[in-house]
């Protein structure tokens, strides 16, 4: 057991005989409790060198290393649920030392990524995509005839989600040949292992029992009255020590639950299952921070670090980060209005919702990593007299996009939706990025859409968007904001109005979207420009366009994918009104961008005072 994070690097003998998984299964078994030790130790100290996500991978150390010395990787597949989990997997398959540059910016991806290793077989990002991606891949063996394995690792959070149990319904009903790893870190299916249940998960995953299985049903064959209740009997026998009676009947072979740090017993039960023909469950119980003390004790706590290193000094008091903002707004609102409730998939750390759930327990519900439940969850709540707010982050929302329009906004429900998240993330890299809603939104009618510039600005915004009688969309960025004082009380916004920061004499006028407004504003008084907070991109402030229609330049700023986005919209609006302005769109190109610091994200696309003022200066020459 460790109890701190090791700052040097440690002696790592085995480990670093390890450079793909071929090197791994010529190692005897005796060999792997401590290659095992020396893994945990070698991620501690790494993500202690980086930060990362770091509790769900210490927890399937074991069953990372199990899993590889059975499997003929890369020829077999193992696909990874969301990635958090994956750090080890990256260490074993070649990129130890790349580890310690991980997310960072030139640096390997924080998530498997099919172009980073052949080794990760499924590009993962958002949650409970595995097991229909291995089916994919099981499907797709059996068509080819190669005779790989798939295997499926998700974890019991993820196992939540719709889209799991689709997969495992329509695995069962084609009898595919893969095996499905229920990694359960939270206790939240299944009783605590015991020394019952995992006799029987021994006896069920071996190749006895399976023939006696198989023999069993060759003789009941032909009496199918015979065959039923033998069936029967099986499953009554399981269900009385374990829960797998609901894996069972959606035609999964269920083993476990097992002890997911018993390495030996998963080598063995592993093995047993490997051949075994049609779909297999495998249920395993890990710890979250499995071997560090800190971690699991606080396994929520400990979910991702930042990099270890001295604490700054400094008197400055630190800033509230938007969601900080939000999680203070929406517990004054819900004083004020006891119809507020809020709604949330899986994200009440995330998105701040610490507090309201403390003090409005009644009040909260977490869906778990249900997305589009949860936006029909808040229609159905706004149909019969709730006030619903769901709080989540862009880049899930896309998820729920057919509820979004089909179940809200069709029926102009009164929903609010708090969009974290927005923009670019930096080390979580594109599959986290909120690069998209302002594009999806406001195409959608009966639909408010918001971006605030800062932490006053937000509030006042998700106040306006609640009093607003339909769905409304503040959408914030990650971090903190530039720091502006926040007004006290509740108090909302003119509907459409812009805010003019700067007025210059120029001729050149900027429309500010949200997050990059203060650059611009930087910018707008390095080139005399007039900077217009547009606070609102639908409805846009058309009376403030109109009063611009004779700029001699147009440039809108937002940090949302430049097709279909706000500055789309201003365009569509000049043209309708046959204003000839020349128009100027900064935003985030048709690429998908790598991970990096914020900050230097943001001036690789050329969003930051010196990008903004270039891309204008060069526009400006051209006309």
Same mark, same amino acid.
């Given at each position: 057991m460790f109890e701190e994070i090791p700052t040097s690097r440690p002696d790592t003998p085995l480990l670093d005989q390890v450079n793909t998984p071929a090197d791994l299964r010529t190692f005897s078994k005796e060999q792997l409790p401590t290659l095992v030790n020396e893994l945990r130790e070698f991620m501690l100290y790494s993500v202690g060198q980086t930060g990362g996500h770091f509790g769900a991978g210490l927890g399937v150390v074991e069953l990372t290393?199990?899993?590889?010395?059975?499997?003929?990787?890369?020829?077999?597949?193992?696909v990874w649920d969301v990635g958090h989990q994956a750090y080890p997997h990256k260490i074993l398959t070649g990129r130890r030392d790349a580890l310690l540059k991980i997310?960072?910016?030139?640096?390997?991806?924080?998530?498997?990524?099919?172009?980073?290793?052949?080794?990760?077989?499924?590009?993962?990002? %958002?949650?409970?995509?595995?097991?229909?991606?291995?089916?994919?891949?099981?499907?797709?063996?059996?068509?080819?005839?190669?005779?790989?394995?798939?295997?499926?690792?998700?974890?019991?959070?993820?196992?939540?989600?719709?889209?799991?149990?689709?997969?495992?319904? %329509?695995?069962?009903?084609?009898?595919?040949?893969?095996?499905?790893?229920?990694?359960?870190?939270?206790?939240?299916?299944?009783?605590?292992?015991?020394?019952?249940?995992?006799?029987?998960?021994?006896?069920?995953?071996?190749?006895?029992?399976?023939?006696?299985?198989?023999?069993?049903?060759?003789?009941?064959?032909?009496?199918?009255?015979?065959?039923? #209740?033998?069936?029967?009997?099986?499953?009554?026998?399981?269900?009385?020590?374990?829960?797998?009676?609901?894996?069972?009947?959606?035609?999964f072979n269920y083993i476990g639950p097992i002890d997911g740090h018993d390495l030996d017993h998963l080598v063995q039960t592993i093995a047993n299952l490997k051949d075994r023909e049609g779909p297999q469950f495998l249920h395993v119980i890990t710890k979250k921070g499995k071997g560090f003390e800190p971690a699991e004790g606080d396994p929520i706590g400990y979910h991702a670090i930042n990099k270890i290193e001295p604490a700054p000094v400094t008197n400055k008091p630190s800033l509230p980060k938007y969601c900080n903002v939000f999680g203070k707004w929406i517990c004054d609102a819900a004083e004020q209005d006891n119809?507020?409730?809020?709604?949330?998939?899986?994200?009440?750390?995330?998105?701040?919702?610490?507090?309201?759930?403390?003090?409005?327990?009644?009040?909260?519900?977490?869906?778990?990593?249900?997305?589009?439940?949860?936006?029909?969850?808040?229609?159905?709540?706004?149909?019969?007299?709730?006030?619903?707010?769901?709080?989540?982050?862009?880049?899930?929302?896309?998820?729920?996009?057919?509820?979004?329009? %089909?179940?809200?906004?069709?029926?102009?429900?009164?929903?609010?939706?708090?969009?974290?998240?927005?923009?670019?993330?930096?080390?979580?890299?594109?599959?986290?990025?909120?690069?998209?809603?302002?594009?999806?939104?406001?195409?959608?009618p009966n639909m408010v859409v918001m971006a605030p510039s800062d932490e006053d600005e937000c509030r006042k915004m998700l106040q306006t968007g609640y009093f607003y009688q339909g769905p409304a969309a503040v959408r914030y960025p990650r971090g903190n904001g530039p720091g502006v004082t926040i007004s006290d009380g509740l108090q909302t916004l003119e509907l459409g109005k812009s805010r003019t920061l700067h007025e210059g004499k120029s001729g050149t006028v900027i429309c500010a979207f949200g997050a990059p407004t203060y650059a611009a504003l930087e910018a707008a008084k390095n080139l005399d420009a007039?900077?217009?907070?547009?606070?609102?991109?639908?409805?846009? &402030?058309?009376?403030?366009?109109?009063?611009?229609?004779?700029?001699? #330049?147009?440039?809108?700023?937002?940090?949302?994918?430049?097709?279909?986005?706000?500055?789309?919209?201003?365009?569509?609006?000049?043209?309708?009104?046959?204003?000839?302005?020349?128009?100027?769109?900064?935003?985030?190109? &048709?690429?998908?961008?790598? %991970?990096?610091?914020?900050?230097?994200?943001?001036?690789?696309?050329?969003?930051?005072?010196?990008?903004?003022?270039?891309?204008?200066?060069?526009?400006?020459?051209?006309?």
């Open positions: 290393v199990a899993l590889h010395y059975i499997y003929n990787t890369p020829d077999d597949r193992i997310r960072q910016e030139d640096g390997i991806s924080g998530f498997p990524k099919r172009d980073e290793s052949e080794y990760d077989t499924f590009g993962v990002g %958002h949650s409970s995509t595995s097991i229909g991606a291995a089916l994919g891949m099981s499907l797709a063996a059996q068509q080819l005839e190669t005779g790989r394995k798939a295997v499926a690792v998700i974890g019991d959070g993820a196992m939540s989600a719709g889209m799991a149990f689709e997969a495992l319904n %329509h695995a069962g009903h084609v009898k595919a040949n893969m095996l499905v790893i229920l990694n359960d870190n939270e206790m939240s299916i299944s009783k605590p292992v015991g020394a019952l249940s995992s006799y029987f998960a021994r006896i069920w995953a071996s190749k006895t029992y399976d023939n006696i299985r198989k023999s069993g049903h060759k003789v009941f064959s032909g009496l199918p009255s015979a065959l039923e #209740l033998a069936r029967k009997a099986e499953e009554h026998m399981k269900g009385m020590v374990s829960p797998g009676m609901m894996f069972e009947e959606l035609g119809q507020l409730v809020a709604i949330t998939p899986a994200m009440k750390e995330g998105s701040d919702l610490i507090a309201f759930a403390d003090r409005f327990p009644k009040r909260y519900f977490d869906v778990a990593i249900a997305e589009q439940h949860a936006v029909t969850l808040a229609a159905g709540m706004a149909c019969d007299g709730l006030k619903p707010v769901v709080a989540i982050y862009s880049t899930f929302l896309q998820r729920a996009y057919d509820q979004l329009i %089909h179940d809200v906004a069709l029926q102009n429900l009164d929903v609010l939706f708090a969009i974290d998240r927005a923009g670019l993330v930096g080390e979580d890299g594109p599959t986290h990025a909120g690069a998209y809603d302002l594009s999806y939104l406001r195409c959608i007039t900077l217009l907070d547009m606070r609102f991109v639908k409805p846009l &402030d058309k009376t403030a366009l109109l009063h611009h229609k004779d700029a001699k #330049l147009i440039v809108t700023v937002e940090e949302n994918a430049i097709m279909g986005g706000a500055g789309s919209a201003v365009s569509e609006f000049l043209q309708n009104h046959n204003i000839l302005t020349p128009v100027l769109h900064i935003g985030l190109p &048709d690429k998908y961008e790598e %991970h990096a610091s914020h900050k230097a994200m943001l001036k690789r696309v050329g969003l930051d005072t010196e990008g903004i003022e270039k891309a204008i200066k060069a526009k400006l020459n051209c006309l």
